[in-house]
């Protein structure tokens, strides 16, 4: 096996602790590592070739070892769902969420609630691909589902940011219990996207804005998921001709992402054609002004890069995400 096909990585421990042994990473662990990285940058064509070279051959065995895979599985079809091969991610999310049902029913405590979490997460992916290829109800239905799961990994009895009930959670804790997960804003956000696509544009409103109070409160302000949050309100507001109130979040968006996500990722540039469309027609159309306030070299300096939504269509930034990094993942080669 060539050298590079090998990683010894030492292991790391607070200062009184010691450190007997190392983790060899062989080539399949490597692969899904390499995999999880180009998805998160937007390099989703290279994250399936590396993430189905991670998932050959994969020991299912032990539970953990099932969990795992169902982990890199979710990931690989969330990098198909990007490329928009839907017929691709479907069947991937669904056994995916099968796993990580059948630990939560079988496991206990703490580790019950962590599959959960992850069914969860999978249960807001596979609803994205419903979404998409127009199956509305079995979208909506996931994305609920979703939201219940989460709430009951974090303790709570439901009453989250999804449903009709009061929306009197501002501390970011569940319903009854634990403190939520920051994931739960990206089945939130999916509800919003529904919500917006079929005119219910008070209810969308109410739904990003509870996705963006969730994330801002759980990642700080400038992490990158905050970003979609900030572009999908701007995108609403820019429907209902609220130009001077989408402009400021179109910037900060746009800021965000090329910050955090980098000139190249795909986020980067729906954001600055958002922004282009948000100072032009839509603003004229408003009665807004555009490029008050000194913002028009802003715009230039970032408007480089090719764009994977040309035109000048706002666009929703989806609420796709992947699991947590698995905690059990098994180190063989």
């Known amino acids: 096996m060539p050298p590079h096909h090998l990683l ?47 998932l050959k051959g994969a020991p299912e065995s032990t539970a953990g070892e099932q969990q795992h895979v169902a982990t890199v599985r979710n990931a690989l ?46 249960m807001n992916n596979l609803g994205s691909v419903r979404a998409e290829t127009g199956r509305r109800a079995e979208a909506r239905a996931l994305y609920e589902g979703a939201m219940s799961l989460f709430d009951e990994a974090a303790g709570g009895g439901g009453g989250g940011s999804g449903g009709g009930g009061d929306d009197d959670d ?17 089945a ?16 969308a409103e109410r739904l ?14 400038d992490h990158p998921s905050v970003a979609g949050s900030v572009n999908n309100l701007a995108v609403l507001l820019m ?32 954001t600055l054609n958002n922004l282009a469309a948000g100072r032009g027609p839509h603003v004229e159309a408003a009665g807004g002004r555009a490029g008050a306030g000194g913002e028009s070299g802003a715009c230039h300096a970032w408007g480089r890069g090719p764009s994977q939504h040309p035109g ?12 947590s990094p698995p905690a059990r993942a098994p180190s063989h080669p």
């Open 312 to 323: 000048w269509e706002p666009r929703r930034l989806g609420g796709l995400v992947l699991p």
């Open 8 to 54: 010894l990585l030492l292991c790391l421990w607070p200062a009184s602790s010691r450190c007997d042994s190392f983790l060899v990473k062989g080539p399949a662990i490597l692969a899904q590592e390499e995999g999880l990285k180009a998805a998160a940058d937007g390099r989703y064509s290279e994250a399936v070739e590396k993430l189905r070279r991670a």
């Open 77 to 122: 079809g969330g990098a198909l769902n990007s490329l928009g091969r839907y017929s691709e991610a479907a069947p991937l999310f669904e056994t995916a969420l099968a796993t990580f049902q059948r630990a939560a029913a079988a496991g206990t405590g703490d580790e019950a609630r962590a599959a959960q979490s992850e069914a969860a997460v999978v």
């Open 188 to 203: 939130i956000n999916n509800l919003a996207d529904l919500s917006h696509s079929e005119g219910s544009l008070g209810e």
């Open 208 to 221: 990003y804005k509870s996705a963006l109070e969730l994330r801002q409160s759980a990642l700080g302000e």
């Open 170 to 186: 501002d501390d970011g804790a569940a319903g009854g219990g634990g403190r939520r997960d920051p994931r739960q804003a990206d």
């Open 239 to 270: 429907d209902q001709r609220r130009a001077a109130e989408a402009l400021p979040l179109l910037r900060r968006a746009a800021k965000l992402a090329k910050a955090q996500l980098g000139k190249e990722h795909p986020h980067y540039a729906t």
